[in-house]
């Protein structure tokens, strides 16, 4: 088991399309959990999400989030971040143009990504970009 | 994008020996979030952590948990649990043994399975069941 540095962690989270799983807490102390897609800007990662959906409710209510990116094959690798989420209700929408069409480019491929960037780029999606406070990465986990 | 039924969801969580991530809470109220091996056993879902975890230290103060699995190549799919933990910090050594060697045959497969099952099968090791109270599964979410 190898622990990854930070350039390490951040290159591997934008290595492959894996999703993030996005862990937040809600009102009632119970944690939720949901797979997000996700792009490295600098430090943080950026993503977005329907208002009416359970962690936009709760990244209002608690901005601390923990989100894991893992290679689930042999000998296993894991990024886990912790940090806080800064969520934008209304974001500027040349801005948030730019992101759901970029989400999509690495998630969908280059063919839908312009489509499937408009369709997320309207009123009642939100833009969160999340600040990391810790990162702990490591890989050979089962070596 | 289509709902999977509950027995869909568990054929889901057994098909590929993917990893399920964990969100539990921290004593501060922080979310948490770690990638764990697991066995569904019945309804339920089997893993194993060691003692001086965070997870540990959080199921044991909240038992409360959510897990994700998911497909993160198109169109996408995820099954999320959410449940609570039943600990067992010093569990029947004769089952801790069957669970970790079946553990380690489902992620590493038969020719390292009896050596990992023993490796894990220690004192400090506290085996964890899972119960469900709640499974959202969907499948085609790009589609």
Redesign the interface.
């Known amino acids: 088991m190898k622990d990854l540095t930070k350039a390490e962690a951040l290159a591997f989270l934008m290595s492959k399309?894996?999703?993030g799983?996005l862990?937040?807490?809600r009102p009632d102390?119970?944690?939720?959990?949901?797979?997000i897609w996700f792009i490295v800007d600098g430090d943080d990662l950026i993503f977005t999400t329907w208002y009416t959906t359970v962690k936009a409710a709760n990244l209002k209510a608690?901005p601390?989030?923990?989100?894991?990116v893992?290679d689930?094959t042999?000998p296993?690798a894991?990024v886990?971040i912790?940090g806080v989420a800064q969520v934008q209700e209304t974001p500027d929408p040349t801005e948030m143009l730019r992101w759901t069409t970029a989400l999509a480019r690495r998630?969908?491929?280059d063919e839908v990504a312009e489509a499937?960037g408009k369709r997320n780029a309207v009123a009642g999606e939100w833009l969160i970009r999340l600040t990391p406070t810790k990162i702990v990465a490591k890989s050979g986990i089962?070596d």
Chains 1, 2 share one sequence.
């Open positions: 399309p894996r999703t799983k862990a937040s807490v102390g119970r944690p939720h959990i949901a797979p608690d601390r989030v923990s989100l894991c893992d689930d042999p296993y894991f886990i912790e998630y969908m491929g499937y089962s």
